[in-house]
């Protein structure tokens, strides 16, 4: 989960716990990620940090993003 309280951004904190679920084969390459309102409502943060965080995961190579169709885990059936 993400804490306010951590050093760590909250957008960061995001990013990690979901990188962790692309490296652990919980979120699987081509898989579409969960909607920016179903993170928000999960993890109890903003809409902006929800964006902060997909931007972190794509300058990291682990997620893609389809106009239009979502962001979805690098990999097969993607790009």
Known sequence: MTSP???VPLYRQLADL???????????????LPSELH???T???SRG???MAM?????RGLVV???ARGTFVAGS???
């Open 5 to 7: 309280l951590s050093n």
């Open 18 to 32: 979901l990188a962790q679920q692309i490296e652990r084969g919980t979120l699987r390459p081509g898989q579409p």
């Open 39 to 41: 993170l928000q409502q």
């Open 43 to 45: 993890y109890g943060v």
């Open 49 to 51: 940090t929800v964006r």
């Open 55 to 59: 931007q972190e995961l794509r300058e």
């Open 65 to 67: 993003t389809v106009h």
């Open 77 to 79: 059936g993607t790009a």
